[in-house]
């Protein structure tokens, strides 16, 4: 997993104090997320499990 490309969002702050969601792929489509003050702790899914827990949510 190091060799992850992690992303903020664009709406996240500057400020290294403030922590923030990151997400990242990997070359077979799974779906990264984790806290940039925890980044030993990662949540790992697909694209179609996320998208029917945003489609439950509402």
């Known amino acids: ?22 997400a990242a792929t990997d070359p077979s489509g799974r779906l990264y997320f984790r806290e940039s ?11 179609a499990r996320l998208a029917a827990l945003l489609h439950s949510l509402r």
């Open 1 to 22: 997993m190091s060799n992850l490309q992690w992303q903020k969002s664009s709406f996240s702050s500057s400020d290294p104090n403030q922590t923030c969601l990151e």
């Open 37 to 47: 003050e925890d980044p030993e702790t990662v949540l790992t899914t697909t694209p």
